[in-house]
């Protein structure tokens, strides 16, 4: 099973991606999918989490109030909608998961699967 990240780009300041990630050969049922990204000499950083068996969400707070992390019905996609980006939120995005849930959902380490990652480029 390997995760694909798609939908980033280059976009202008205040403007909005949507990221998508998917799983090849099974759903998302009963997984928890997380985001993260990484900017060069930095370490990775989360930016949300959506808890499969209860839909709950979880942001960074610097992703509060603009990000929006969902899946759809068909548990085969979960998307990343990103709204008044920033130049600071220039990074390359990676999608990951784990089988059911765990209170550390902002340790990447507590997830076993990452996609190849999608780059975002914010101009200011």
């Known amino acids: 099973v390997q995760l694909q990240a798609f939908g980033g780009g280059l976009v202008q300041a205040w403007g909005s991606l949507r990221l998508s990630c998917a799983a090849s050969?099974?759903?998302?049922?009963?997984?928890?999918v997380g985001w993260f990204r990484q900017t060069p000499g930095k370490e990775r950083e989360f930016v949300a989490a959506f808890r499969g068996d209860t839909r709950a969400t979880y942001y960074a707070d610097s992703a509060k109030g603009r990000f929006t992390i969902s899946r759809d019905n068909a548990r085969t996609t979960v998307y990343l909608q990103m709204n008044s980006l920033k130049a600071e939120d220039t990074a390359v995005y990676y999608c990951?998961?784990?089988?059911?849930?765990?209170?550390?959902?902002?340790?990447?380490?507590?997830?076993?699967?990452w996609g190849q990652g999608t780059q975002v480029t914010v101009s200011s």
């Open positions: 990951t998961n784990r089988p059911g849930f765990s209170v550390d959902y902002g340790d990447g380490k507590k997830y076993d699967q």
């Open positions: 050969g099974r759903t998302f049922s009963g997984y928890t």
